[in-house]
């Protein structure tokens, strides 16, 4: 139900943007969220949004690179990232929960199946 595209491999420095579709329901009611996990590491969370996009609360390790959107007409919802980082590398979820933004990952209850950024140094 949620379908995260755009990884890819870019070099320190350059950009990306990711989408996370949402197909057979609307989420333009639910909470947002990007998380990663790097090979070996715990999934970490990276931003969240609210379900009016007036709310968003980014990790300390790439605030000011990041930014969230979303388009609840298209029921998407959208990562730029900028000034991409060796230690970006991980694999990007989106995820989508009915209650308030939250940090913790346990608490959302659906996920897309991921898309791999990599970046070289």
């Known amino acids: 139900q949620l379908q995260a595209s755009g990884g890819g491999l870019v070099q320190a420095g350059g950009s990306l943007r990711l989408s996370c579709a949402a197909s057979?329901?609307?989420?333009?009611?639910?909470?947002m969220g990007w998380f990663r996990q790097a090979p070996g590491k715990e999934r970490e969370f990276v931003v969240v949004?609210?379900?009016?996009?007036?709310?968003?609360y980014y990790a300390d390790s790439v605030k000011g690179r990041f930014t969230i959107s979303r388009d609840n007409a298209k029921n998407t919802v959208y990562l730029q990232m900028n000034s991409l980082k060796p230690e970006d590398t991980a694999v990007y979820y989106c995820?989508?929960?009915?209650?308030?933004?939250?940090?913790?990952?346990?608490?959302?209850?659906?996920w897309g199946q991921g898309t791999l950024v990599t970046v070289s140094s």
């Open positions: 949004i609210s379900w009016s996009g007036g709310s968003t």
């Open positions: 057979g329901r609307t989420f333009s009611s639910y909470s």
């Open positions: 995820a989508a929960r009915t209650g308030p933004i939250s940090y913790n990952h346990r608490l959302y209850d659906f």
